[in-house]
């Protein structure tokens, strides 16, 4: 299962994922062997493989023809693909959406092969050993398409209030891959009124995005507490024959930055949340939708409605469920602690700018994403670092108007960075990583951030705060690494940064324990971060009543 609704009714589409597909490892002891392995798959998850690093061919094979269109949802965390023996695409980043189409294939079986590399080089500027694991695999579904010459790439849904009435823009991208130039006409329909667009044109091999705007009455708002969602239903039709359709979701809402505050739909929001790994014991990365389910269940139960999705885009399915939850999201690219001369890596800025075209393309509809995020704790405070976030917001706000952005800093009092976002942000560690009172230690930030920086008078939140906590360890001295100390240090944390009425909110370092790199050993017992407040398996610490407590007391 890839989406929570129906995608398309009448393209024709198969998910190649959700069975077995053959696995053959490139490097080490059973370098060529042949196992079978459910997909998606992160290997790491397999009794032979849970270090490997190095190539993966994974295969699989099905019957189609024609003009075909494959989805790939996340490989870790380079892919090439191959069809029939023939290169077709490749790829860099784990947690991205790419897609090839193949032309004039002709009926019948056919061999799909995906050779994913989760090694670390200098070209791959993003993946590199950090603190958390950088999954090998096919980590995410699958999709073939059967595709028209003319077809429908994606279409964006914009909603905003005008006069007390909901009206949407709509940005339809179409491709036509023909030789010749097409004739086609638009249609649309949402909440049961349809829109047609009237006849358009494209020339041969082109893609072109066309513009309309609706007014709607009689709809529902998207709000937390009432997550109501709308489908879009997109057609192209040929001669008056829908030839092509695509379905998306959306909620009607609105998000803005007012003085200090970010409200939905006018309404200002409070953030208690958690930042949340893709990470599992049995799953690595590649949680399958019960697994997500699960964790959600928890963080609803802990008294949660945010999620920051560290350190990059979360699986479609994932954003869907929150979408249908009213959780709303903190979304943001992949970076973390890259010093300036990670970034000055000439591999850094295009591969960073692509994570975050490929995330705004693939996600810009969900209504739960309230923020985009960039690149946390790095450079911020050099010249060069600042250079690269400019240029990183840039891009965000062509691709986004609607949202504000942010990125997570650690640079404490040095940061030169807080023109640039919407909303200022830090991840702080006061009582665990330094001993200094929460309240005094917060304040003081937040005074030089008014009194310094551009960032004055912006929003401010506390994107990460937590102690670590080992799962049933404990001592006479509540020492640290004691679930104990862990709940002593995050019960003073939360209570001084939400009674801080200059903060609206905070994120939780962080759900659950996860694996690191392995070169993070020595600063990381059990070779995992283990600030989570239940532990790897989702066994909740002592932390986790002390946390439901104070957020529910917020509710």
């Given amino acids: 299962m890839f989406r929570m ?41 397999l009794p032979d493989f849970a270090g490997y690093r190095g190539e993966g061919d994974y295969t699989t094979t099905f019957m189609a023809g024609g003009q075909l269109r494959f989805e790939f949802k996340g490989v870790s965390h380079t892919a090439t693909v191959f069809l029939d023996g023939k290169k077709i695409a490749s790829h860099y980043n784990a947690y991205t959406i790419f897609s090839t189409v193949v032309k004039d294939v002709p009926w019948g079986e056919h061999t799909l092969t995906i050779r994913a590399d989760n090694r670390f080089s200098e070209e791959s500027a993003l993946h590199l050993p950090n603190d958390y694991m950088s999954y090998g695999g096919v980590s995410r579904p699958v999709i073939l398409e059967n595709v028209s010459d003319t077809y429908l790439k994606w279409c964006h849904v914009t909603p905003y209030l005008e006069n007390d009435q909901w009206r949407v823009k709509l940005a339809i991208q179409v491709a036509n891959i023909s030789a010749e130039s097409k004739t086609f006409a638009l249609r649309t329909e949402i909440a049961g009124m349809q829109m047609d667009w009237g006849e358009q044109e494209l020339a041969a091999n082109s893609e072109k995005v066309f513009y309309a705007e609706q007014s709607f009455t009689n709809v529902q708002a998207w709000q937390q507490t009432r997550p109501k969602l709308y489908l879009v239903s997109c057609q192209l039709l040929s ?40 990470d599992h014991p049995q799953f690595g990365c590649a949680l399958p939708l019960a697994a997500m389910a699960a964790d959600l269940a928890l963080l609803k139960d802990l008294g949660a ?6 350190h990059y885009p979360n699986d479609e399915l994932f954003l869907d469920l929150c979408d249908e939850q009213g959780i709303l999201v903190w979304e943001e690219n992949h970076a973390r602690g890259l010093t300036e001369a990670d970034m000055r890596n000439p591999h850094f800025e295009p591969q960073a700018e692509q994570v975050i075209a490929e995330m705004v393309q693939a996600h810009y509809n969900h209504p739960a994403i309230y923020i985009w995020g960039i690149l946390n704790e790095c450079a911020s405070d050099t010249e060069y670092g600042r250079s690269c976030y400019a240029q990183q917001f840039s891009l965000l706000r062509r691709l986004d108007k609607t949202r504000p952005c942010s990125f997570a800093s650690c640079k404490f009092k040095t940061d030169k960075s807080f023109g640039l976002p919407d909303v200022v942000a830090y991840n702080i560690y006061p009582q665990w990583y330094h001993d200094a009172p929460v309240a005094t230690y917060l304040d003081d930030l937040y005074q030089w951030v008014q009194r310094e920086t551009a ?16 799962y049933g360890y404990h001592n006479p001295q509540h020492s640290k690494w004691t679930e104990d100390y862990q709940a002593e240090a995050l019960k003073k944390q939360l209570q001084a940064v939400l009674s801080d009425p200059n903060c609206l909110g905070v994120y939780i370092w962080q759900f659950c324990d996860v694996r690191v790199s392995e070169e993070w050993f020595d600063n990381r017992p059990r070779t995992m971060n283990n600030k989570g407040i239940v532990d790897e398996f989702r066994r909740p610490k002592m932390a986790y009543q002390v946390v439901k407590q104070i957020f529910e007391e917020l509710a």
Avoid at 9 to 33: C, M, N, S
Avoid at 242 to 262: M, Q, S, T, Y
């Fill in 455 to 470: 960032g004055a008078g912006k929003p401010f939140m506390i994107t990460e705060i937590g102690a670590g906590g080992l």
């Fill in 5 to 45: 609704f129906t995608t398309h009714k009448i393209r024709k589409y198969q998910e190649l994922t959700g069975k077995l597909w053959d696995f053959v490892p490139g490097q080490g002891e059973h370098a060529q062997q042949t196992y079978q392995v459910l997909t998606p798959n992160c290997w790491e998850s």
């Fill in 239 to 278: 001669q008056g024959t829908p030839i092509d359709d695509l379905i998306d979701r959306f909620g009607f809402r609105e998000i803005k930055v007012v003085g200090k505050n970010i409200q939905l739909n006018g309404q200002n929001i409070r953030i208690k949340g958690f930042c949340r790994h893709e």
């Fill in 305 to 310: 409605n945010s999620i920051r999705t560290s």
